[in-house]
């Protein structure tokens, strides 16, 4: 069965500092992956998700995440953060054909003013 | 406005005293699927379904029942609560089949069990 990783569990930033979090998966063969983000009190939103093509995928808000195939990763990234990015963030991936998604336990971010 | 719809938003029970949390999406698709989320373990699953009467157990099946009579609705009942069942519940949807569909989640139903 597949798994997936998010080895930062709390990471604080000050504003306009640059955010990666990483995130590893454990499937050999075709993913679908998926950042979401779940602000305080609020539901999970989809941040981006990447299935084919380009790597590189940008998402909303200003956030992008980089599929790694040869490393398993798709860390996600963010040149400049905000105080209103303060959430938690959770990699997800679906394995195959699967309808299953998996989640990571996820990155609590904190960003100070 | 699409939408996945959880009730209720709060919900304190007792032991042993059965529950229902409704869950219901009008986006017309075909799975929907619970989670719990409990802190530094992220989310995980407790059921599934691909579709009206076909349900399958997640990774933590154990103490909750689900029925899919209808496409719309996907209650979660809890026969028995206990104390370890109190959590934060969400019910997600989206369409089955087309492997990079989102889910689209409810608000959530923060549990507790005394």
């Known amino acids: 069965a597949q798994s997936v990783s998010q080895h930062n569990h709390h990471v604080i930033l000050s504003e306009a500092a640059s955010l990666e979090l990483g995130c590893n998966y454990s499937?050999?063969?075709?993913?679908?992956l998926f950042w979401y983000v779940q602000y305080p009190g609020q539901h999970l939103q989809l941040l981006l998700k990447?299935?084919?093509?380009?790597?590189l995928v940008k998402g909303i808000k200003g956030f992008e995440a980089e599929f790694i195939k040869s490393k398993f990763s798709f860390n996600l990234r963010k040149p400049s953060v905000q105080w209103s990015d303060t959430a938690e963030y959770f990699c997800a991936v679906k394995a195959g054909t699967a309808s299953k998604l998996t989640f990571g336990t996820g990155t609590r971010l904190q960003v100070t003013l | 406005e699409a939408q996945v719809t959880q009730n209720p938003r709060y919900l304190i029970t007792v032991t042993g005293k059965k529950l229902t949390v409704t869950c219901s999406q009008n986006m017309n698709h075909e799975y929907m699927s619970w989670y719990r989320q409990d802190p530094g373990l992220g989310l995980r699953q407790i059921y599934y379904s691909m579709n009206v009467e076909v349900t399958d157990k997640g990774d933590v099946p154990e103490g909750y029942k689900v029925s899919r009579k209808e496409k719309r609705n996907f209650p979660l009942i809890l026969e028995s609560p206990s104390p370890n069942q109190t959590s934060l519940y969400f019910c997600?949807?989206?369409?089955?089949?087309?492997?990079?569909?989102?889910?689209?989640f409810g608000n959530g139903t923060r549990l507790t069990v005394t």
């Open positions: 990447y299935f084919s093509g380009d790597p």
């Open positions: 499937y050999g063969g075709t993913v679908n």
């Open positions: 997600a949807s989206s369409l089955a089949g087309s492997y990079n569909s989102p889910l689209h």
